[in-house]
């Protein structure tokens, strides 16, 4: 049986788990080979204290082990700054990613998210998925973040409107228990990135689709 060999990119550390987390349990669960990309490093920004930098180190290993993520890369982006980068250094590093792993399933932020750094990773992953330049990826899909997907103020900003939906009712409550290892980015309702608003997300997209729970994304390519 062919398995998917499946690149999950988050912008930082929190948001495969907070767009796709129960998705990426389907897929480990089926015996997928699941590639986690962080595009940003927490240690390079301005005053951040030792202390907090081993926490969210601790943090990101230990949800890398929970998942059991066939391999972690870390790119070396300063957050909140990928919009000043040059936007072909950054194709360059995911395309290194890429030319490693070949994956055939790409997983990547919105475009309209509230926070540049998605806006930014979802352009440079969407220019390496072109077929002449990755014959192997066969599928992108698009996830929501809570906390930013719903936060863009612009009107000229298209509203997420998807068109594929997971059944993750088996897979909320270690989605949820995952979420609980970052510490340091979740809070308490109605602060957006909480359990209680994770899991309420989750019952709409499951109200929407006929399931219990749920996480919703746009197919943006699909090759068959």
């Not at 957050?79 to 980068?85: E, G, S, T, V």
């Not at 936007?87 to 509230?114: C, F, T």
Request: proline share 5%; with cysteine.
């Amino acid at each position: 049986m062919i398995r998917s060999n499946v690149l999950v990119i988050a912008p930082h550390p929190d948001d495969e788990t907070l767009g796709c987390g129960g998705t990426i349990l389907k897929h480990i669960g089926k015996k997928d080979q699941v590639h986690w990309l962080i595009m940003t490093n927490f240690e390079l920004l301005k005053n951040i204290k030792k202390k907090l930098i081993i926490k969210k180190n601790k943090e990101i290993l230990q949800v890398k082990k929970s998942y059991n993520f066939k391999s972690l890369t870390r790119l070396n982006f300063e957050p909140a700054k990928l919009d000043l980068i040059p936007k072909k250094s950054i194709i360059e590093e995911i395309q290194k990613v890429v030319n490693k792993l070949k994956p055939n399933i790409l997983y990547i932020p919105y475009a309209g998210d509230a926070h540049s750094d998605h806006k930014i990773t979802f352009e440079a992953s969407c220019a390496i998925s072109k077929s002449f330049r990755n014959k192997s990826i066969k599928k992108v899909i698009v996830y929501e973040t809570p906390s930013e997907t719903d936060f863009n103020l612009n009107p000229k900003v298209k509203n997420f409107k998807p068109n594929l939906w997971v059944d993750i009712t088996k897979q909320i409550s270690k989605k949820l228990n995952i979420l609980k290892k970052y510490q340091s980015e979740i809070g308490k309702h109605p602060f957006p990135r909480s359990l209680e608003n994770i899991k309420s997300y989750a019952k709409i997209r499951g109200s929407v689709s006929g399931h219990k729970f749920a996480e919703s994304f746009q197919i943006i390519k699909e090759i068959l």
